[in-house]
């Protein structure tokens, strides 16, 4: 069993990060996707059931896009859903039709790089640390994602929710694959999480991470960052080598104790610097 003095002694080793928003720019992408998947099933644009469709997307950006639009299209939650084998399918075509929709935008050359995010994943490897990129895309996005960016062998292992049994964020699963495949820490508590929205902060705490930093680059502001989490805020995820450096020589224990106790600024209070 790992001791508290052993846990401060032992650097991260493991870094988990999101993709869209956080280490890729995508421009809103995901709401053009859905909104080209919804008109397909139906969704008039610029109604008020499209209004609602797109408020619930904007609030749970970072979760598994299938679990979306079962919520949404198949009766999870009561979002206009129909219920039964026929709002499941229903779902899965809107999931289908998104996913193809973003390739289209994907290979047309929407995306890029979030500033500084590949120079902070070379940084990262290069200091010994294992990463992972994650998403709430299918694999078939997030492969044609990291073909566009020239990403392929950028990391040793990237997961989309398929890969961690089927649920996506705000579950902790995706982290805690990234655990047991890579064998990268012993304790998860060496872990350091980073996204852009609330639910990568609630899965990244939900895993025990030591680190859940919260970016500015995407989906979601600081207040719901914090709030659902955040044990840093972050300008870009450019900023989270410097934040785990000083993390380790401050000699941080565990998500448990206070940010200030290990000298370092509360989330809720300013962003990394």
């Not at 198949?74 to 129909?82: K, L, R, T, V, Y």
Request: aromatic share 4%.
């Amino acid at each position: 069993m790992t001791s508290p003095t052993d846990i401060t002694r032992d650097p991260f080793r493991l870094v988990v990060l999101d993709m869209a928003g956080t280490t890729v720019a995508d421009g809103g992408l995901v709401e053009q996707a859905f909104s080209a998947a919804a008109q397909r099933l139906g969704v008039r644009p610029g109604s008020d059931e499209q209004a609602r469709q797109l408020a619930y997307v904007r609030a749970t950006m970072g979760e598994s896009k299938i679990s979306v639009f079962r919520h949404l299209f198949a009766g999870e939650g009561g979002e206009g859903g129909e219920g039964g084998d026929g709002g499941e399918d229903k779902a899965q075509r809107a999931n289908t039709a998104f996913e193809e929709a973003y390739g289209e935008l994907v290979d047309a050359g929407r995306i890029a790089p979030v500033p500084g995010a590949r120079e902070a994943v070379e940084r990262l490897a290069s200091e010994g640390r294992t990463v992972v990129l994650t998403t709430g895309f299918a694999r078939p996005t997030q492969d044609a994602i990291l073909a566009a960016l020239g990403w392929q062998d950028l990391v040793p292992l990237t997961l989309c929710p398929a890969d961690a049994g089927g649920r996506g964020r705000p579950f902790p699963d995706m982290v805690l694959a990234a655990f047991l495949r890579t064998g990268a820490v012993d304790d998860v508590r060496r872990t350091a999480v980073a996204g852009d929205t609330s639910y990568d902060m609630l899965s990244g705490a939900r895993s025990g991470a030591g680190i859940v930093a919260g970016v500015l680059t995407g989906a979601h502001d600081r207040d719901q960052l914090t709030r659902h989490g955040a044990t840093h805020v972050l300008g870009s995820v450019a900023e989270l080598p410097d934040l785990i450096a000083r993390a380790e020589a401050a000699g941080l224990p565990d998500r448990a104790a206070p940010a200030e106790a290990a000298g370092l600024p509360a989330a809720a209070a300013q962003a990394e610097a």
